[in-house]
């Protein structure tokens, strides 16, 4: 079967690091993302790794271990307009690009 | 360029009505996706679109059918409404393949009463 495990809520400090965990366990893996949505707004990307290692964009990071089923995403320098769910998604495999998403994680930022 | 554009906003259905939502995009992109989320969930796949005239199930069909007629629109038909289907519907688009990123439109906040 399919599943995606994302912590539901997390509380961090403005100015501090966040890490933000997903495991997962899919019939296929064909890279995993990264998207961040805000309350009430469209899901946006943030990152994409398909090789296991960390990829660096700016104050946000995501690594991917493929043999431990597991990902995380490093947000530093934490700024308020950070608070927003977070979501994991596993592409599925083949060329279609189906996405099987986590429940998301609900990060609050606070001062 | 305005991306990938959804109608309406906002719809109040009273079950067993039926409607359209509609997505467009100017992206010029040949995948097409529609998901649903519910509160405290992830999304959930409905169906896509690899191209005009090809159309495939997703995870959640039942309830819903979609048409590619053009490389620019993928309506998602709610045939016989029903309360289980009160959900946020997004339309994504992608250029292809599991390397690329997609893009959502803003969604439709949809209430079957």
């Known amino acids: 079967g399919q599943n995606i495990d994302q912590p539901t809520e997390m509380t961090a400090t403005e100015g501090a690091i966040v890490q933000i965990n997903c495991t997962y366990q899919?019939?296929?893996?064909?890279?995993l993302f990264w998207y961040q949505q805000h309350a009430g707004e469209a899901p946006t990307f943030l990152s994409y790794n398909v090789l296991d290692g960390l990829e660096e964009k700016g104050r946000f990071s995501s690594f991917l271990s493929r043999s431990k089923g597991y990902s995380y995403l490093l947000l530093k320098e934490l700024q308020m307009k950070d608070s927003a769910s977070y979501l994991c998604a596993v592409v599925e495999g083949g060329a279609t690009n189906k996405l099987i998403f986590g429940t998301g994680t609900l990060l609050a930022v606070q001062p | 360029n305005a991306g990938v554009t959804q109608t309406p906003k906002f719809r109040i259905l009273k079950i067993g009505q039926s409607m359209t939502l509609q997505c467009a995009q100017d992206?010029?992109?040949?995948?097409m996706y529609w998901y649903r989320q519910d509160p405290g969930m992830g999304l959930k796949l409905i169906y896509y679109?690899?191209?005009?005239?090809?159309?495939d199930k997703g995870e959640v069909p039942n309830g819903y059918n979609v048409s590619r007629s053009t490389t620019e629109d993928f309506p998602l038909r709610l045939e016989l409404a029903a309360p289980s289907q009160t959900s946020v519907y997004f339309c994504a688009t992608s250029k292809g393949g599991s390397v690329y990123e997609q893009y959502f439109g803003p969604g439709t906040r949809l209430t079957v009463t």
């Open positions: 992206m010029n992109h040949n995948y």
């Open positions: 899919t019939s296929g893996f064909n890279g």
């Open positions: 679109s690899v191209g005009a005239g090809i159309t």
